[in-house]
């Protein structure tokens, strides 16, 4: 079976530029997880989303958005890109939400932005 | 945003050694996750687990949910070279409508020069 796939694998913007990274999740799971990981540190949890509906937020700005759709597919946008922006987005599915039973997720590769 | 406190930072490891790092918290945590990321990949899990006092294993590689919900450790034994990368502790809370993973700063395994 596929894990989770994202694209594209690397992205080059200037800032101001806006950027859409997509995600797949793994066959049968429903709930897509966006981090952002910067150089040295561990990731950073951005959004999550469980049957099209966002069902939690980390602490970044507005800039940064997200949708889940029908096919449990996934796309995070950022606006306005700063240069504070360059990282590597991960993407992690799991076969339901995490909100009453244990849960695990799955890292797909990742999207190695960089903002110029 | 919050992180976990892992440690060591790094280490230097020799092939056959034994290999420990943990994770402490100061929130309680419902779930411990292990996983490795190789530079320009993906985290890939390594062991979860759902229970205070679980002791799981794969392979070489042992992982313990502590007592108070608040820490675990891993345990790499016997080393070889492909053991080298960078280990992720993440806690998760499940019993509410979000269940975001918590990340520690990561061990770095390396080679003994």
Known sequence: ???????????????????????????????????????????????????????????????????????????????????????????????????????????????????L | GQQLNQSPQSMFIQEGEDVSMNCTSSSIFNTWLWYKQDPGEGPVLLIALYKAGELTSNGRLTAQFGITRKDSFLNISASIPSDVGIYFCAGLNYGGSQGNLIFGKGTKLSVKP
Do not use: M
């Open chain 1, 1 to 115: 079976d596929a894990g989770v796939t994202q694209s594209p694998t690397h992205l080059i913007k200037t800032r101001g530029q806006q950027v859409t990274l997509r995600c797949s999740p793994i066959s049968g799971h429903k709930s897509v997880s966006w981090y952002q990981q910067v150089l040295g540190q561990g990731p950073q949890f951005i959004f999550q989303y469980y049957e099209k509906e966002e069902r939690g937020r980390g602490n970044f700005p507005d800039r940064f958005s997200a949708r889940q759709f029908p096919n449990y597919s996934s796309e995070l946008n950022v606006n306005a890109l700063l240069l504070g922006d360059s990282a590597l987005y991960l993407c992690a599915s799991s076969p339901r939400l995490a909100g009453g039973s244990p849960d695990t997720q799955y890292f797909g590769p990742g999207t190695r932005l960089t903002v």
